[in-house]
């Protein structure tokens, strides 16, 4: 299970750092689309929040211990921190990019539990590429 956890943990850290670059936009977010922006960003942050509590949870049931510190999620994550003073086309392009590298480390995990035979967490990880994979349309839709 360490190669799975391993894994699991990466993704966590993602979330994490997502969790809290989203509030930043959330909270930095200007511009003629501010409202709808505004509450897309909170709606993302409660994803992501739900998201990450699913996989540490997970990681807990397969016996896994998951990362649980801003150090450890900055120390694991692919996805880095937001940057100040962004335009919200930057926030916007960012988030998706961000939701990209999401789904591309959960599709790697949900591989690894597959060669693993652990069919429960591949379906919570099915699940949640799923979910980015529309928000990631959805955002695109917004962009153009």
Do not use: C
């Amino acid at each position: 299970m360490s190669k799975l956890t391993d894994s699991l943990n990466v993704q966590l850290s993602n979330w994490s750092v997502l969790y809290i670059k989203l509030h930043h936009y959330h909270w930095y977010v200007k511009g003629p689309h501010f409202p709808v922006l505004h509450a897309k960003f909170e709606e993302l942050y409660e994803l992501a929040a739900l998201k990450l509590d699913e996989l540490a949870e997970r990681i807990l049931a397969i016996e896994g211990n998951p990362v649980s510190t801003m150090k450890e999620f900055l120390a694991h994550a692919t996805i880095k921190e937001a940057d100040k003073a962004k335009s919200e086309n930057d926030m916007l392009s960012a988030t998706i990019a961000d939701l990209r590298e999401l789904i591309e480390g959960l599709q790697a995990a949900s591989e690894a539990a597959e060669d693993g035979k652990d069919t429960a967490t591949a379906d919570i990880l099915t699940g949640q590429i799923e979910e980015l994979q529309k928000q990631v349309w959805m955002l695109k839709s917004t962009l153009s």
